[in-house]
Every structure is written in C-alpha cells, then in structure tokens.
Nanobody, 118 residues
C-alpha cells in the first residue's frame, strides 16, 4: 500500500485545514486508516482513525470536537478536517494504514506539515 498525504500549510490559531491521504495498491481488505502527528522534539502520537468499512472512528482526546476523520472508499482516500486549530496542533501529520485488527499501523505516508501561529 502506498500513501500520499497532502493539505498541510500555515494557518492562524482558530483557523481550519483539511488534510487528504490517497491510498493506492492493495486497499480492498484494509482494517483502518489513521492520522498521526509528530511535533518538534516530541514523540509521534495518534490523532484519529477510521474503519475502512463501517463508520467506527476514534480520536485522541485533545482533538475531539475539533477534528473529523472521514473516508471516500471510491477514491481510496481519507481526510482529516481540522477546525479551531491551536498552536499545539503544529506538527508533521502522517497518514497510515492498519491492515488487520491487532496489527500495528505499518504503512506510512510521507507526512505533511501543519503550522499554526498564535
């Protein structure tokens, strides 16, 4: 599976961005796709994930109510709508694939930088 993330940029606090992740290759049997982020000097953290089939989503507490993950199976794409952005959301955002339940996220995109100015 190959992943291509896009949509990052610079925005002022309170603004919005929408990240996209296009998947190619063997996508028919994926379990979940997710977004992670890594801020400067910090560990990579989970942000959100969505089942490839079905509607189950999960979010880290710090983004609940502000970020929304969605998918378009016809386009093999996953999106992360980010609203009410905060300075602490500044990070490189990565999309990733979890192929089977219980597996780690083991395919990763190249990352897209989100910079939020206060």
């Amino acid at each position: 599976v190959q992943l291509q993330a896009s949509g990052g940029g610079s925005v002022q606090a309170g603004g919005s961005l929408r990240l996209s992740c296009a998947a190619s290759g063997r996508t028919s049997s994926l379990y979940r796709m997710g977004w992670f982020r890594q801020a400067p000097g910090k560990e990579r953290e989970f942000v959100a994930a969505i089942r490839w089939s079905g509607v189950t989503t999960s979010y880290v507490d710090s983004v609940k109510g502000r970020f929304t993950i969605s998918r378009d199976n016809a386009r093999n794409a996953v999106y992360l709508q980010m609203n009410s952005l905060k300075f602490e959301d500044t990070a490189v955002y990565y999309c990733a694939v979890q192929q089977r339940i219980g597996d780690p996220f083991d395919y990763w995109g190249q990352g897209t930088l989100v910079t939020v100015s206060s």
